[in-house]
């Protein structure tokens, strides 16, 4: 994995929450800081501090710890939800914030645009979080649920195959879903542009101020907190660092976790429809940021990095799944047997959920 740094701006008081400038590290695979071509990729935000004027949480994410041993060296882990070792749930607090972009020359990114086919429409009736898709990977039935559920059992196959209770879900009977006011942001000439990276217009906005953006009205929020996921949503727009395109991410400030992702409309490109936050979701579930960063013998735990460049017949490393007349796109994960995990703990010994066999050795491409 390749890692790169930029240069932290300030951190502004509260009373600035407006034009924040928020510090972010930024961790990044696939491309080059000066790569002038377009290059569909993913990147971190490493853990940062709350924000001042933060309120102490009251609560945190539910998580559990776990660890395996590569080469005689012990690698422990935390990932949210609960072990699966004892049969039980989890049911994730979801918040699902709608980001409408205006540039400075007034192209408007709307998510909300389409109305019952927009792309909040749509996300929410994904499999993402739907429960009503059956996953049948290699002939194994791991389960009727969410998509990012199905692949964490299939990761830990060989203890949930006999704990049928184990599970978690982002909302879910109890917790739900909850979908918040949208919220515009006017982006400045020099944080965002109109680009058409891989044939289709989208807005390019700098990666920095989206998330300071995105922190400060966190901060703020009086309805999100850590015990929960907030997710923010943005139409046919692209993230920039150095180049584009990244088509999310996942990070914590203090114990708030949190996650970007990129809904792009057009059929082929780099992001579309849900696979950037299946990406997401994936990477935030086994590697939360909170309270520790998870590493392994190939360097941070993000499951879905090493797939995001495409598998034979499959763009993007995306399988196609049909629900309430769409065709969804959700990209493939590798199980931690990829990170030096046990070979024998996921379904089938595969290496990723979608049973990919081009992954056969730990830390292959380059990771």
């Known amino acids: 994995?390749?890692?790169?740094?930029?240069?932290?701006?300030?951190?502004?008081?509260?009373?600035?929450?407006?034009?924040?400038?928020?510090?972010?590290?930024?961790?990044?695979?696939?491309?080059?800081?000066?790569?002038?071509?377009?290059?569909?990729?993913?990147?971190?935000?490493?853990?940062?501090?709350?924000?001042?004027?933060?309120?102490?949480?009251?609560?945190?994410?539910?998580?559990?710890?776990?660890?395996?041993?590569?080469?005689?060296h012990n690698y422990p882990y935390v990932m949210v939800g609960t072990d699966p070792s004892t049969n039980s749930g989890a049911e994730i607090t979801t918040w699902i914030v709608p980001v409408k972009l205006i540039l400075s020359n007034g192209d408007t990114f709307d998510p909300l645009s389409g109305g019952p086919n927009s792309a909040l429409a749509r996300t929410i009736l994904s499999p993402m979080f739907d429960s009503t898709t059956t996953?049948?990977?290699?002939?194994?039935?791991?389960?009727?649920?969410?998509?990012?559920?199905?692949f964490q059992r299939g990761n830990f196959w060989s203890i949930v195959q006999n704990n049928p209770n184990s599970h978690i879900l982002l909302g879910g009977p109890t917790a739900r879903i909850s979908v918040l006011p949208e919220i515009t942001f006017n982006v400045p000439s020099g944080s965002g542009t109109i680009g058409s990276p891989f044939g289709h217009q989208v807005a390019e906005?700098?990666?920095?101020?989206?998330?300071?953006?995105?922190?400060?009205?966190?901060?703020?929020?009086?309805?999100?907190?850590?015990?929960?996921?907030?997710?923010?949503?943005?139409?046919?727009?692209?993230l920039t660092e150095g180049g584009c395109c990244i088509g999310g991410y996942h990070s914590a400030n203090g114990a708030q976790t949190y996650s970007n992702f990129e809904y792009i409309g057009y059929s082929g490109d780099f992001s579309q429809d849900v696979s950037a936050l299946s990406h997401e979701i994936g990477e935030w579930t086994d590697d939360p940021l909170y309270p520790n960063q998870n590493n392994t013998p190939c360097g941070?735990?993000?499951?879905?990095?090493?797939?995001?460049?495409?598998?034979?017949?499959?763009?993007?490393?995306?399988?196609?799944?049909?629900?309430?007349?769409?065709?969804?796109?959700?990209?493939?994960?590798?199980?931690?047997?990829?990170?030096?995990?046990?070979?024998?703990?996921?379904?089938?010994?595969?290496?990723?959920?979608?049973?990919?066999?081009?992954?056969?050795?730990?830390?292959?491409?380059?990771?």
């Open 300 to 367: 941070i735990l993000e499951v879905g990095d090493p797939l995001e460049q495409g598998q034979p017949g499959h763009p993007y490393g995306t399988w196609t799944y049909s629900l309430h007349n769409f065709t969804y796109h959700l990209q493939d994960l590798v199980f931690l047997r990829y990170f030096g995990g046990p070979a024998d703990g996921s379904v089938n010994d595969y290496w990723t959920f979608q049973g990919y066999t081009g992954i056969s050795t730990i830390c292959q491409n380059g990771s």
């Open 135 to 150: 996953y049948t990977q290699g002939g194994v039935d791991v389960g009727t649920t969410q998509y990012n559920d199905a």
């Open 1 to 72: 994995m390749k890692t790169r740094t930029t240069l932290p701006c300030q951190l502004m008081a509260l009373t600035l929450l407006a034009c924040c400038c928020f510090s972010a590290l930024a961790v990044a695979q696939n491309s080059s800081v000066n790569d002038e071509h377009a290059v569909g990729r993913f990147v971190v935000l490493p853990a940062k501090p709350a924000l001042p004027g933060t309120h102490p949480p009251a609560g945190t994410l539910e998580e559990w710890n776990g660890s395996f041993t590569y080469n005689s």
């Open 205 to 238: 906005v700098d990666i920095n101020y989206f998330d300071g953006q995105i922190s400060a009205y966190m901060a703020a929020s009086q309805t999100i907190n850590p015990t929960g996921l907030p997710i923010f949503i943005t139409y046919n727009t692209y």
